[in-house]
């Protein structure tokens, strides 16, 4: 097959086995690769109802048909797993070069299972694979051990947090967090501190004369969108912040504000003007948002200037960076602890100084906090569930959804939870991208939600960077595939394909539980003047109307055998 390679391998833990298997045509045609593979994979191996740190939870990475070629921004890869946080089915898009890699290596997906009995970690040159012992490996951060391990390949491992098993604990890879599910915390419950590629294959292309073509045309959207090109090319996710802020978009102190002016000195722009950075890019990408310090500190992106920000009353960047680099080398997710950090704050109307935030982050990270469990764990034990800022149980990131419609519609029917990438609803309400919208209004986003959704399941999948969606869409993204595989996609057929893996997911979280309920809002935006609590009741049922699927929210039957999904999932 062009596009994809074919093989998938499974790495059982628990017996040390390793054995492989052909990614079928099948799958891969109608699920893609990344999040959609992981997704169906999901689906066949583990039951709804698994314990996320049982042996059983499997950890899939997976690359897509584009990774590892010359299409911009396409080294990423996907990370899937049920998450210990969420309790939902949890694929991760993960940057970085390390995608890439696990292409050249001749992999579509490995499939990690089981539990090691000692610390280990799983070593892959092209066909070797070996697990190979890794007590020398654990207690270091994720710095120290990717500087160990950087010499077989390249990296993905977990610091603390993850051998910890907190559940707000990710993987890094190239300084990159993913996994905002307690994807970290998985690979702590199987022992496993890392996984170490080396490939040298080239991904074979079906027409390459093609496919050079749709790239160029690609790059030159890139450089024709000023948000891309100028805006994230040189000054980072945090370009916006100071638009976002005038907005009033921009959430501070655990949401109990809509902005904070204090963003201003910690802005993407003040940050260019103050500090030499050098770009970090991922594989293949032109952009480069990602930059350090130039000693190998990382800029915090606008996620982590966010929740080490504004939401916990932070002006300080020297204060926000050095946080940010703490949940970098515990391996744990920025946004969850600094909203863990912002609920603390708001419980007992304190403000923590410097040394006494550091102090929290550690104690989060060693996994020895209440705070550990994350934000609604932790409010939920003090009877106060409410003021967690999250839906499904995941922190939601600085983008207020009082402020945006479309992005209230997109956290609460998410399906892994309050996540603003599952549907990036600020590129057409804040910026304008690809289409301008109201912010303000309920008025035609049940239907539009879908399409951003599934959208976002095709990135996800193929598996680029989320915001190549600035510059490209489902057009060019079927060109790009088309040319890639020699198999005719057109634009509809690829958004078929997100709208499978969206249902397939839903369906899984439902088996899991999950229900109409959970589609829901923290309380707060819906006082003192916030989100219409009947209008956004409304949406919600038009949604699932469009969606097809019934009022509870569950995909109805005719929906999944329009999708091939009625195999697995009908009762
Ligand atoms: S834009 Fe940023 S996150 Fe996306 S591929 Fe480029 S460097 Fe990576």
Known sequence: MFGWTGRTVIIDLGNNSVTESRTTKKYAQQFIGGRGLGCRLMADLADPGIEPLSPGNPLIFSTGPLTGTSAPMSGHFAITTKSPLTGTIFDSNAGGCLGAEMKFAGMDSLIVLGKAAEPAYIHIEDEDVEIVPADHLWGKDTHETALILAPKGRVACIGKAGERLVPLASMMNDGYLSGRGGHGAVAGSKNLKAIVIKGSNTPEIAESEVFDRSVEKVNKLLIANPPVSKGLANYGTSVFSDLMCYMK????????????????????????????????????????????????????????????????????????????RMCVDYGMDPISCGSAIAAYMELYSTTPEREELVALVRDIGEGRSELSAGSYSYMYSKGMPQNSMSVKKLDLPGYDPREMA????????????????????????????????????????????????????????????????FAMGEVELASLLSAATGKTYTAEELLRSGERIYNLERMYNTKAGFSREDDALPERFFEEGGIDREAFRNVLTDYYHFRGWDERGVPLERKLQELGLQERWTN
């Open 249 to 324: 978009i921009l959430p501070a102190n655990n949401f109990r504000n809509k902005s904070s002016s204090a963003l201003n000195s910690i802005s993407g722009e003040f940050i260019r003007e103050n500090f030499q950075t050098e770009k970090k890019p991922c594989y293949a990408c032109p952009v480069g948002c990602r930059r350090d310090f130039g000693d190998g500190t990382l800029v915090p992106d606008y996620d982590s200037l966010w929740a080490f920000g504004p939401n916990i009353g932070n002006a300080d960047l020297d204060t926000t960076t050095l946080l940010n």
């Open 406 to 469: 479309g992005m209230a519609i997109a956290y609460a029917t998410s399906n892994r939870g309050g996540c603003h990438l599952s549907a990036f609803m600020a590129a057409p309400e804040m910026m304008g991208k690809p289409m301008a919208l109201d912010r303000l209004s309920f008025g035609g986003k049940a239907a539009l939600i879908q399409y951003f959704q599934n959208l976002a399941a095709v990135i996800d999948s193929l598996v680029i960077c989320p915001y190549a969606t």
